[in-house]
Nanobody, 126 residues
Framework: QVQLVESGGGLVQAGDSLRVSCAAA????????MAWFRQAPGKEREFVAA????????YHADSVKGRFTISRDGTKNTVYLQMNSLKPEDTAGYYC???????????????????WGQGTQVTVSS
């Protein structure tokens, strides 16, 4: 049984930093691309960042580029999202996804991922 468990969300102030984590179990971590998506109340889920199976390629949404960084640790089967210079508009539920996905377009597409976590809430106050 595949499990993705997010942690690290919370309430922070604008300009603060936060790191959310996603621990994966029940899948071959080294062959899966990992991604973060987010969903704010009343809005559709949107792509935030993705990292390929080897960790050698990453993609970030324009809205977070330069502020957020995705990384992965194969020894811990964990993917991270380091978020710096947080803004109130970053407030959302953050969801981890895993899948045997490749390619610049596919990695940004939520519909190609096979597994999802339950999400962790990030709230940024102004």
């Amino acid at each position: 049984q595949v499990q993705l468990v997010e942690s690290g969300g919370g309430l922070v102030q604008a300009g603060d930093s936060l790191r959310v984590s996603c621990a994966a179990a029940g899948l071959t971590f080294s062959t899966n691309a990992m991604a973060w998506f987010r969903q704010a109340p009343g809005k559709e889920r949107e792509f935030v960042a993705a990292i390929n199976w080897s960790g050698g390629t990453t993609y970030h949404a324009d809205s977070v580029k330069g502020r957020f960084t995705i990384s992965r640790d194969g020894t811990k089967n964990t993917v991270y999202l380091q978020m710096n210079s947080l803004k109130p508009e970053d407030t959302a539920g953050y969801y981890c996804a895993a899948g045997r996905v490749a390619g610049r377009v596919a990695l940004r597409d939520q519909y190609v991922y096979d597994y999802w976590g339950q999400g962790t809430q990030v709230t940024v106050s102004s």
